[in-house]
């Protein structure tokens, strides 16, 4: 291919504008909530636009593509993004004003407070080893192939690249930094999808002729025996689990959140973030569908994996982008790869600092001993993702089906713990932590010996299991005295109609949506 040297210009001009402007807002961190939490100062537009760039990255564009180039699937894989709209609104509503009201660091943190520090650890070892091996690892991989495809830049060199780029700029200014390279490469990535989204459209003649040539790749409800996504467990079952744990329980997502100047702010920074993700999703997609139409034949053709889809978002800014315009497209792809990268890792290392070297290490360590050690632990994670990011190559089912497949290991337990622990004030520590613990076996041999069940059955009958695991244990033997949640911040909230309508409609919007395409 074909590189201009405008395209070289504006892709490196675009990282060094990233890192210049990320540093200069972050400023010098003193205490660690400076660096894990920004002082807790962020507006509800930078929240909501740095959700959406944290989410939206390489494993979307390549992954989610992917699977609408794949036959079988086409666009059902959009209720992946669709359903995370309602789970969203119930975060925004429901669960961010309890979380801001302790006034927690981290997701882990509170289930110190409403267990104790042994479920708390647990859940931090859970995030740390998955942040690293699934997660970082999966982005990594899906933007060094991305970068292959277009530039023929060895898949290794790619990772590493990645790797140094957004481990430097997270390691130098924590979570400030992370938000504003969230919102530049937010907003790049909005205008280069929409770019490829219409460019892609227009080669395939239009709406109406993209619609008469894929009627059948359009629908996003499957029937039951679909191996995959059937409309059982998508509306009613398995894919539940996977967007609360994602939405509500992840310190990858919520972190931000958990830095808002007050709870309204927070509550509609998520609620932007969903507004956005609904758009997003279908934009990601209908481009991977063409990819379909347009050059299927030479994608299989060049595969040499079982994951042929995961080319699909690389072709189209290959042979459709004209020459000068590359190096605008991969600057936003880069963009979404860093701005999750960065994220993972700046919510890594909060959880190693926060959970697990102040409890465990050193009790009392001076806030520039606790910056120190959050810095040096994002090195180090980083360095465990480069390294094992090429073992993703080697699985047949494509980056964005790894990467919610193999979460499903420890997500069940985690959503019982936190869903328990809310509403049910007789649930003890101990009945957390088994049910935690069993998520593993459970979900393990169903994938093992029932390969042919869909993954999202899997976790939805580890959630059973679990569910009613934790309830007849708590029948014999409940919580002696229900702990009472603490409000540290002193905060009265009542829900404004701000969030309430806007709520609302982002509900009744995906719905529709979802009817249409049915």
């Known amino acids: 291919m074909k590189i201009e040297i405008i395209d070289v210009i504006s892709f490196f001009g675009f990282i060094a504008f990233v890192i210049i402007i990320s540093l200069l807002k972050s400023g010098k961190k003193k205490t660690d909530e400076d660096y894990f939490l920004a002082g807790r100062n962020l507006s509800w537009w930078l929240i909501g ?88 690892a999966t982005v990594l991989y899906s933007g060094a192939l991305t970068l292959e495809t277009i530039f023929e830049i060895p898949l290794h060199f790619g990772i590493w690249g990645i790797g140094i780029i957004a481990g430097f700029y997270t390691y130098y200014g924590g979570l400030s930094a992370v938000v504003w390279s969230d919102l ?27 619609i008469l040539k894929n009627g059948d790749r359009l629908h996003v409800v499957m029937p039951l025996n679909h191996p995959e996504l059937p409309w059982s467990a998508v509306f009613l079952g398995g894919m539940w689990i996977p967007h609360f744990f994602y939405w509500g329980f992840s310190q990858f997502i919520v972190q931000r959140s958990l830095a808002a100047k007050n709870i309204e702010e927070g509550q509609k920074g998520v609620l932007l973030g969903a507004s956005l993700k609904v758009l997003i999703t279908f934009m990601i997609i209908i481009p991977g569908i063409i990819a379909y139409d347009l050059f299927g034949e030479e994608i299989r053709a060049n595969c040499e994996t079982g994951n042929c ?50 409890p465990f290490i050193n009790k009392t360590p001076s806030p520039s001993k606790s910056l120190s050690v959050g810095k040096n632990s994002t090195i180090i994670l980083i360095l465990i993702a480069c390294f094992w990011a090429p073992i993703i190559t080697k699985f047949e089912g494509g980056v964005y089906i790894f990467i919610n497949q193999f979460w499903g290991f420890m997500q069940s337990g985690v959503v019982a713990a936190f869903f328990y622990g809310i509403f049910w004030k007789k649930i003890s520590w101990k009945a957390a932590f088994l049910g935690m613990i069993l998520n593993f076996p459970i979900y393990g041999l169903l994938i093992i010996f029932f390969p042919e069940i869909p993954f999202l059955h899997s976790q939805g009958i580890t959630f059973l299991t679990i569910i009613i ?32 309508y806007w709520g609302i409609l982002i509900c009744v919007f995906t719905s529709l949506l979802i009817i249409y395409f049915r």
């Not at 959406?52 to 992946?80: K, M, P, Y």
């Not at 497209?329 to 994220?343: H, N, P, Q, R, Y």
């Not at 695991?469 to 009265?492: A, C, G, M, R």
Request: glycine share 8%.
């Open 309 to 358: 889809g995961d080319s699909a978002y690389p072709m189209l800014i290959k042979k459709l982008l004209p020459v000068g315009y590359v190096g605008i497209m991969l600057a936003a792809l880069f963009g979404a790869i860093l701005s999750t990268l960065d994220s993972l890792l700046n919510s890594a290392a909060t959880i190693f600092t926060i959970d697990i070297y102040k």
């Open 469 to 500: 695991f934790i309830t007849i244990y708590t029948i014999y033997w409940p919580q002696k005295e229900p702990k009472v949640l603490p409000n540290k911040n002193h905060l009265d909230y009542k829900l404004s109609p701000t969030v309430k």
């Open 49 to 136: 636009i740095s959700i959406i760039a944290t989410n939206i990255s390489s494993e979307h564009f390549v992954g989610q593509a992917g699977q609408g180039f794949r036959d079988g699937i086409g666009l059902a894989i959009a209720t992946w993004g669709w359903m995370a709209a309602f789970a969203m609104v119930i975060m925004a509503i429901f669960l961010l004003p309890k979380y801001l009201k302790i006034g927690i660091y981290t997701l882990p943190e509170f289930l110190e407070y409403r267990y104790n520090r042994t479920v708390r650890t647990l859940m931090s070892v859970y995030m740390l080893i998955f942040y690293a091996f699934i997660s970082m």
């Open 184 to 210: 530049i490469q937010g907003i790049t990535l909005l205008i280069g999808g929409a770019l490829i989204f219409f460019l892609a459209l227009d080669r395939a003649g239009g709406w109406g002729e993209f």
